[in-house]
């Protein structure tokens, strides 16, 4: 049992709120010259009771509240019970990470939030034998839904906004089936997903490798196992020529040498070919200069002839040295290639001398050039082998984790077979509360298992179905029968919060709410705590209901006497 005693604040920033046992309505009202009910507080005053309730600070609009509106020195205390225990939690807003619980008058300081949410969790589920239970969070989605969740499903009970996934487990649990399979189900697919993204890694591996699929690779890897195994029995072959490792050290060598001597003879022929382009003189011609200047200035002319020609004479000696001394640079290089060409010539003789001791029927021409290509063909079986063998490998993980998973999923379905009574009795509320409201049983409720990656459907079918407010009446039809039948009560914690759901039509909002006046003594034990704006309700209206609202209002806001007493603007997400 879970059920609210006291909100309040230190230092204190809003009037305490004091709630009972059964029906408690915190009102939005109008006032003599003002009468909007919107924007007076009840949806705070409720996302701070959630707020001591350990929802997480970012989730939370009192994180939205300007800091100089509301100190972030403020302390957010509930007093509330679990399960027999008596409980204050104070959560100060500047360490909203670290609350306090004091437990039956015993001081709990945590330093995560996850530790206090631990141990509510630990109350809550006290004595119940179920292996994966929900979180203490968990379990409060289904019992205080989020606003933004606009009451558009029965199992979606958070912002719509911020996309989070369908969690079906509070719903077992209220409906008395273990979650358990359901838990490792998700489980399950997860690690499928993982698997799935590294099978088709592999995948692209394998076609970036050969340019095709897996199952053509692998005739691709059998034929270069082929190869490989082709040639080590050609290079095995030679081994058992006797004196073969000799020879073959030798063949090694030779060719070794024969790289060597072909690189530096390279790099002579290079040299000797630039040599070469120094062909012929380039002697200045004077005359041809005097020339020229001459058709600009008469006389200047000779004058530089003179010069030049002493520069002329200077700069041919130096070609004369130059030519004699690459003259002999070029005779040198000519001998030494010369001198290369007999010792590869000498080199070649002997490397075929060597290579036809070796070669059996044609098997090896080259003993480097055929191990080269063994190294490479290995290298390339071994890459493929290792990405076939790998995707094999995750093929094989991901069919073992779909068979435990379809396994639990059978589980599942057993569990849902087994809790048919409590599930055909949760049911018949829902019919009960839809023929008082509609006038008519034209409802169902079921649950469906499948291997789907949704492995859960519950549907709630109405008379309506398909319109706005349906949807918000659906979403009270299942809450509520939660609560009060008689056997999804023997799990539920007993406490039931709805912020704004009856945007409905007026006669379903009336109805719904002699529902709730007609059942009374069913709430004994229990919390349903309602926020709606009386301006929902004319005078006319209010003669039709079979409860005074009034005798359950806790707290009653309006425009000029708001839940914080000031009026704020919240601060974008």
Same mark, same amino acid.
């Given at each position: 049992?879970?059920?609210?005693?006291?909100?309040?604040?230190?230092?204190?920033?809003?009037?305490?709120?004091?709630?009972?046992?059964?029906?408690?309505?915190?009102?939005?009202?109008?006032?003599?010259?003002?009468?909007?009910?919107?924007?007076?507080?009840?949806?705070?005053?409720?996302?701070?009771?959630?707020?001591?309730?350990?929802?997480?600070?970012?989730?939370?609009?009192?994180?939205?509240?300007?800091?100089?509106?509301?100190?972030?020195?403020?302390?957010?205390?509930?007093?509330?019970?679990?399960?027999?225990?008596?409980?204050?939690?104070?959560?100060?807003?500047?360490?909203?990470?670290?609350?306090?619980?004091?437990?039956?008058?015993?001081?709990?300081?945590?330093?995560?939030?996850?530790?206090?949410?631990?141990?509510?969790?630990?109350?809550?589920?006290?004595?119940?034998?179920?292996?994966?239970?929900?979180?203490?969070?968990?379990?409060?989605?289904?019992?205080?839904?989020?606003?933004?969740?606009?009451?558009?499903?029965?199992?979606?009970?958070? !912002?719509?906004?911020?996309?989070?996934?369908?969690?079906?487990?509070?719903?077992?649990?209220?409906?008395?089936?273990?979650?358990?399979?359901?838990?490792?189900?998700?489980?399950?697919?997860?690690?499928?997903?993982?698997?799935?993204?590294?099978?088709?890694?592999?995948?692209?591996?394998?076609?970036?490798?050969?340019?095709?699929?897996?199952?053509?690779?692998?005739?691709?890897?059998?034929?270069?196992?082929?190869?490989?195994?082709?040639?080590?029995?050609?290079?095995?072959?030679?081994?058992?020529?006797?004196?073969?490792?000799?020879?073959?050290?030798?063949?090694?060598?030779?060719?070794?040498?024969?790289?060597?001597?072909?690189?530096?003879?390279?790099?002579?022929?290079?040299?000797?070919?630039?040599?070469?382009?120094?062909?012929?003189?380039?002697?200045?011609?004077?005359?041809?200069?005097?020339?020229?200047?001459?058709?600009?200035?008469?006389?200047?002319?000779?004058?530089?002839?003179?010069?030049?020609?002493?520069?002329?004479?200077?700069?041919?000696?130096?070609?004369?040295?130059?030519?004699?001394?690459?003259?002999?640079?070029?005779?040198?290089?000519?001998?030494?290639?010369?001198?290369?060409?007999?010792?590869?010539?000498?080199?070649?003789?002997?490397?075929?001398?060597?290579?036809?001791?070796? !070669?059996?029927?044609?098997?090896?021409?080259?003993?480097?050039?055929?191990?080269?290509?063994?190294?490479?063909?290995?290298?390339?079986?071994?890459?493929?082998?290792?990405?076939?063998?790998?995707?094999?490998?995750?093929?094989?993980?991901?069919?073992?984790?779909?068979?435990?998973?379809?396994?639990?999923?059978?589980?599942?379905?057993?569990?849902?077979?087994?809790?048919?009574?409590?599930?055909?009795?949760?049911?018949?509320?829902?019919?009960?509360?839809? !023929?008082?409201?509609?006038?008519?049983?034209?409802?169902?409720?079921?649950?469906?298992?499948?291997?789907?990656?949704?492995?859960?459907?519950?549907?709630?079918?109405?008379?309506?179905?398909?319109?706005?407010?349906?949807?918000?009446?659906?979403?009270?039809?299942?809450?509520?029968?939660?609560?009060?039948?008689?056997?999804?009560?023997?799990?539920?914690?007993?406490?039931?919060?709805? !912020?704004?759901?009856?945007?409905?039509?007026?006669?379903?909002?009336?109805?719904?709410?002699?529902?709730?006046?007609?059942?009374?003594?069913?709430?004994?034990?229990?919390?349903?705590?309602?926020?709606?704006?009386?301006?929902?309700?004319?005078?006319?209206?209010?003669?039709?209901?079979?409860?005074?609202?009034?005798?359950?209002?806790?707290?009653?806001?309006?425009?000029?006497?708001?839940?914080?007493?000031?009026?704020?603007?919240?601060?974008?997400?």
């Amino acid at each position: 049992m879970l059920q609210i005693k006291k909100l309040y604040s230190e230092p204190k920033v809003f009037e305490p709120i004091t709630f009972k046992d059964g029906f408690n309505l915190i009102l939005g009202e109008t006032t003599e010259g003002n009468e909007k009910t919107n924007g007076v507080g009840k949806s705070m005053a409720i996302e701070f009771i959630n707020y001591a309730l350990l929802k997480r600070h970012n989730d939370s609009r009192v994180s939205l509240i300007p800091k100089e509106d509301l100190s972030r020195d403020t302390a957010v205390c509930l007093d509330f019970e679990i399960n027999g225990h008596y409980i204050t939690s104070r959560r100060v807003i500047n360490n909203h990470e670290c609350p306090t619980l004091i437990i039956d008058g015993k001081i709990k300081s945590y330093s995560r939030l996850a530790d206090a949410t631990d141990h509510l969790s630990t109350l809550i589920f006290e004595g119940v034998g179920y292996e994966n239970l929900p979180s203490f969070r968990i379990m409060m989605g289904p019992l205080i839904r989020d606003e933004g969740s606009e009451f558009k499903s029965i199992i979606n009970c958070f !912002d719509t906004n911020k996309r989070i996934p369908a969690d079906y487990t509070p719903h077992l649990f209220l409906l008395q089936v273990d979650p358990s399979p359901y838990s490792e189900a998700k489980r399950l697919y997860s690690e499928m997903e993982n698997i799935s993204k590294a099978r088709k890694k592999m995948e692209e591996n394998i076609t970036a490798l050969t340019n095709k699929n897996v199952s053509e690779s692998k005739a691709d890897l059998n034929e270069l196992e082929n190869q490989v195994r082709r040639i080590q029995g050609d290079i095995d072959n030679l081994e058992n020529i006797e004196g073969f490792d000799t020879v073959k050290d030798e063949i090694v060598d030779i060719e070794n040498q024969l790289e060597q001597q072909r690189s530096k003879q390279g790099v002579l022929k290079s040299e000797l070919s630039k040599i070469k382009l120094f062909r012929g003189d380039n002697y200045i011609d004077g005359q041809e200069v005097a020339d020229l200047y001459n058709q600009f200035k008469e006389g200047l002319g000779d004058l530089i002839k003179r010069e030049l020609s002493e520069v002329t004479a200077f700069k041919q000696k130096i070609d004369n040295f130059q030519r004699s001394i690459m003259d002999d640079r070029k005779s040198s290089i000519e001998r030494e290639i010369k001198v290369f060409e007999e010792s590869i010539s000498s080199l070649n003789k002997l490397y075929r001398e060597k290579i036809s001791l070796l !070669d059996q029927e044609g098997l090896l021409v080259s003993l480097k050039q055929t191990i080269a290509i063994h190294e490479k063909k290995v290298e390339e079986f071994s890459a493929l082998s290792s990405f076939i063998r790998k995707h094999a490998d995750y093929d094989s993980e991901h069919k073992a984790k779909k068979r435990e998973r379809e396994s639990e999923i059978y589980l599942l379905e057993s569990f849902v077979n087994n809790s048919k009574q409590v599930i055909d009795s949760f049911e018949k509320t829902i019919l009960d509360m839809h !023929d008082y409201i509609f006038g008519n049983r034209r409802s169902s409720f079921d649950i469906e298992v499948s291997k789907r990656k949704e492995i859960l459907k519950f549907e709630l079918r109405t008379d309506s179905d398909g319109s706005h407010s349906i949807n918000r009446e659906k979403v009270f039809l299942y809450d509520f029968s939660l609560l009060i039948n008689p056997e999804t009560s023997k799990h539920h914690p007993g406490l039931l919060v709805h !912020d704004n759901i009856f945007d409905v039509d007026q006669d379903t909002l009336i109805q719904s709410i002699n529902y709730i006046g007609e059942n009374i003594k069913l709430l004994s034990g229990k919390q349903y705590i309602l926020t709606i704006n009386s301006d929902k309700f004319s005078s006319s209206d209010l003669e039709l209901l079979n409860i005074n609202l009034n005798d359950y209002s806790r707290a009653a806001f309006t425009k000029e006497s708001r839940f914080l007493k000031i009026e704020y603007q919240e601060l974008p997400r």
